[in-house]
């Protein structure tokens, strides 16, 4: 079974320009999670989608960003336009839905943007 | 506010011995989910082993295991017969399961970097 995939695997923009993440979850997740970690501080959430539902966008930093899931399948994530502090790494992260809390959530290996 | 503190620095062991990696957290939900995630140097979070607040013991998972005490809000990831694959950084991470559900947001910590030294 595919893990979950995160696409660009690095990605290098000039200040004032947009990028997009990608995101491919774990087949039949319908749990969806970004986080983010800008360097050497904690992993931060940003925010949850059930299927192509927001469940809870609290730790989305500002409109700059826009996160999306058509069809409950794949996400993205646009940043627009960047700023230097966004720089660090995107994880992506899925998991089933079930009503237990050892629910675990499986991370893909990041997209590490820098902004310049 | 939920926290996890991960306050030592980098840690290091010699081959074969066992380590503890030491994680704190503060609370006011009632029932709440912890969880160690390792990640090597290749970036990939990889889930190592989840602990229940009310589970009655402590969790274990092949090498891995925790330390549990729940008074003293401390879930401190043991790693035995350490071997030189398991260098990494580590995280410690908690989802509070009252407030916001079973399939809730994890809150991190900064991370503790682990070298295992031949």
């Known amino acids: 079974e595919a893990g979950v995939t995160q696409f660009p695997s690095h990605s290098v923009i000039e200040k004032g320009q947009t990028v997009t993440l990608r995101c491919d979850p774990i087949s039949g997740h319908d749990n969806l999670y970004w986080y983010r970690r800008v360097m050497g501080k904690e992993i931060k959430f940003l925010l949850h989608f059930v299927k192509e539902s927001k469940q809870d966008e609290s730790g989305m930093p500002n409109n700059r960003f826009l996160a999306e899931r058509t069809g409950g399948t794949y996400s993205t994530l646009k940043v627009q336009p960047a700023e230097l502090e966004d720089s660090g790494v995107y994880f992506c992260?899925?998991?089933?839905?079930f009503g237990s809390g050892r629910v675990t959530q499986y991370f893909g290996p990041g997209t590490r943007l820098t902004v310049l | 506010a939920q926290k996890i503190t991960q306050t030592q620095p980098g840690m290091f062991v010699q081959e074969k011995e066992a380590v503890t990696l030491d994680c704190t957290y503060d609370t006011s939900d009632p029932s709440y989910g912890l969880f160690w995630y390792k990640q090597p140097s290749s970036g990939e979070m990889i889930f190592l082993i989840y602990?229940?607040?009310?589970?009655?013991q402590n969790a274990t998972e092949g090498r891995y295991s925790l330390n549990f005490q729940k008074a003293r809000k401390s879930a401190n990831l043991v790693i035995s017969a350490s071997q030189l694959g398991d260098s990494a950084m580590y995280f410690c991470a908690m989802r509070e399961l009252v407030r916001t559900g079973a399939n809730s947001k994890l809150t991190f910590g900064k991370g503790i970097t682990l070298s295992v030294r031949p």
């Open positions: 602990q229940g607040s009310y589970d009655q």
């Open positions: 992260a899925s998991s089933q839905v």
